[in-house]
T-cell receptor
Framework: DTGVSQDPRHKITKRGQNVTFRCDPISEHNRLYWYRQTLGQGPEFLTYFQNEAQLEKSRLLSDRFSAERPKGSFSTLEIQRTEQGDSAMYLCASSLGANGELFFGEGSRLTVL | GDSVTQMEGPVTLSEEACLTINCTYTATGYPSLFWYVQYPGEGLQLLLK?????DKGSNKGFEATYRKETTSFHLEKGSVQVSDSAVYFC????????FGTGTSLTVIP
């Protein structure tokens, strides 16, 4: 098991473009989480899946953000019409069950110019 | 709703000093509590956890005790090292994982 992997590690884009991040969780983990982290802040919850079902989405999350986990394995997070305020580190984590330890990937850093 | 409040930083200590980082929580039900650590340039990783009241989590010389009566999970270490310099996050499980804002620790030789 290679842990949680995220791709790409870095993405630089122009305002208004769409970006997509991919997360491959630990294979037996049924829960997958997306967080956003900016400098000096803790991880901010975006959404999570249990298997392929998206169970919760942050109320702070704009409609420009969408996430999928079509087969209950990998997940994608898409940001449409990016804005400079979207610049952040996007973290993916997975766990086995609701109270299991979260295992984080190394994150995908987005810079919107 | 569920939340975690942890002490503001940054914290600067000399090597071998004692460390306490305060964390209190608000939760319905019986959450598990965690401390995560983020070393410079690295991703978050679990430091220790406790799953029920009065449990003590420990790892790498760090300890934290799940205190239901004071709704606290303070992180402690008796003698810090330069290599402990990192950002520490308190977290709990509710409907999903809730993280505190993080406390930056710098240990100077």
């Amino acid at each position: 098991d290679t842990g949680v992997s995220q791709d790409p590690r870095h993405k630089i884009t122009k305002r208004g473009q769409n970006v997509t991040f991919r997360c491959d969780p630990i294979s037996e983990h049924n829960r997958l989480y997306w967080y956003r982290q900016t400098l000096g802040q803790g991880p901010e919850f975006l959404t999570y899946f249990q298997n392929e079902a998206q169970l919760e989405k942050s109320r702070l999350l704009s409609d420009r953000f969408s996430a999928e986990r079509p087969k209950g394995s990998f997940s994608t997070l898409e940001i449409q019409r990016t804005e400079q305020g979207d610049s952040a580190m996007y973290l993916c984590a997975s766990s086995l069950g609701a109270n299991g330890e979260l295992f984080f990937g190394e994150g995908s850093r987005l810079t919107v110019l | 709703g569920d939340s975690v409040t942890q002490m503001e930083g940054p914290v600067t200590l000399s090597e071998e000093a004692c460390l306490t980082i305060n964390c209190t929580y608000t939760a319905t039900g019986y959450p598990s509590l965690f401390w995560y650590v983020q070393y410079p340039g690295e991703g978050l990783q679990l430091l220790l956890k406790a799953t029920k009241a009065d449990d003590k989590g420990s790892n790498k010389g760090f300890e934290a005790t799940y205190r239901k009566e004071t709704t606290s999970f303070h992180l402690e270490k008796g003698s810090v090292q330069v290599s402990d310099s990192a950002v520490y996050f308190c977290a709990l499980t509710g409907n999903q994982f809730y993280f505190g804002t993080g406390t930056s620790l710098t240990v100077i030789p």
